[in-house]
């Protein structure tokens, strides 16, 4: 990370794409399954994570900051799902891809997301949590102190 970007690479969709793809080969490889029982929950979580997906990604356009997780912050965003959670498109996407596996009986998907998950905070939550702090100072140090990382931590 330098001080005017968090990464040269835009992570989180990379990981999130590259977790569904590899859950779902492994699954056409060696079966993983899910109980059916977890199909309907699974199509709602994934409805669920999607919708804060839009909500997180509407108030940031609404916001007119940069969406974009390789490039600098415009400026710090706190209403919205932002002021529940400080990275709602990542807990959406967890969400939605948690919901996919559900939905789609996939065990290898299940543990792809919580991979992802823990990629995404690594490669991009340290390093865009850092890359604010520089940027927005003690606005930032007050908002990370009022509001949970990933909603439940």
Do not use: C
């Not at 040269?8 to 492994?26: C, E, H, K, S, Y």
């Amino acid at each position: 990370m330098n001080a005017e970007t968090p990464n040269r690479i835009p992570w989180p969709p990379l990981i999130f794409a590259t977790a569904v793809m590899a859950g779902l080969l492994a699954q056409s490889i060696t079966p993983l399954p899910l109980p059916a029982v977890l199909v309907s929950p699974g199509f709602a979580l994934l409805a669920a994570g999607l919708a804060l997906d839009v909500w997180a990604m509407w108030t940031m356009f609404s916001a007119r900051t940069n969406i974009l997780p390789h490039r600098p912050a415009d400026s710090l965003v706190t209403h919205g799902p932002f002021g529940h959670m400080r990275n709602p498109i990542y807990v959406g996407n967890t969400i939605a891809t948690l919901g996919l596996a559900m939905a789609l009986q996939n065990g290898w998907l299940l543990a792809a997301a919580i991979a992802a998950a823990a990629f995404t905070h690594r490669l991009a939550v340290v390093r865009e949590e850092a890359h604010l702090k520089q940027k927005f100072g003690k606005a930032w140090d007050d908002y990370a102190e009022r509001v949970k990382r990933w909603w439940l931590v």
